[in-house]
Nanobody, 127 residues
């Protein structure tokens, strides 16, 4: 059984920074790409970023490119999302998830590519 636990959310002013963490349990972490999604009130969940399991290749939504950075520490079984220059539009519940297929990323921003999900952490950016 894989469990993902997000942390690091909170309230921050526009222009500020936060670092989200996603701690994973289970043996699959090292073989799976990991992604971050977010869901704002009244909106569908959307892909924010993804990082591969092997070569560290990263993917970002256009809305966060240049502001957010995803990273992973396989020794700590943790994936991070460093968020800078936050905007009120970044307000959402942020979720981490594991890509369903080992060592493979197809459409990184598609929810069906992911199987295990965390419970989410709230990020609120005030103007």
């Amino acid at each position: 059984q894989v469990q993902l636990v997000e942390s690091g959310g909170g309230l921050v002013q526009a222009g500020g920074s936060l670092r989200l963490s996603c701690a994973a349990s289970g043996s699959i972490f090292g073989n799976r790409a990991m992604g971050w999604f977010r869901q704002a009130p009244g909106k569908e969940r959307e892909g924010v970023s993804c990082i591969s399991s092997s070569d560290g290749k990263t993917y970002y939504a256009d809305s966060v490119k240049g502001r957010f950075t995803i990273s992973r520490d396989n020794a700590k079984i943790t994936v991070y999302l460093h968020m800078n220059s936050l905007k009120p539009d970044d307000t959402a519940v942020y979720y981490c998830a594991t890509v369903r297929e080992s060592g493979k990323i197809n459409i990184w921003y598609a929810e069906y590519e992911y199987d295990y999900w965390g419970q989410g952490t709230q990020v609120t950016v005030s103007s």
